[in-house]
């Protein structure tokens, strides 16, 4: 899961159906979700309590990164940014789809050009096709977007 700002309040209710509450879907859960959230300061690190607590809890099927803007510096020494957080872990995440994995994206419509360009970046250093690798992501509904 992947959010900048604002567009953190869905996961929110993702890892609160999961985690938090006693449903039957957080019963039958055993995989991982992993939450990166992108901001410019950490002041405006939104629910951070209630991650952490579900961290604590569930520390082998809970993950969170932090990319913080203005607070942060990437590979490179500039800012960070949340598409700079998840190519970190490009590999496991690559690894992660490639075994049936989603991918969820929430935010700012302006997110989505730094992760697409980064994530055809590390297809090419994988020398993957950037195009036939997202149209394979789409076609096994793995891939999801919703950004305003």
Known sequence: MVATGTGIAPYRGFIRRLFVENTPAGNAYKGEAWLFLGVANSDALLYDDEW?????????????????????ENKKGGKM????KVEEYADEIFNKLDSGAHIYFCGLKGMMPGIQDMLAEVCKGKDIDYGEWLKGLKKNKQWHVEVY
């Open 52 to 72: 952490q607590e579900v961290l604590q809890e569930y520390p082998d099927n809970f993950r969170l990164d932090y990319a913080i803007s203005r607070e942060q």
């Open 81 to 84: 940014y949340v598409q700079d």
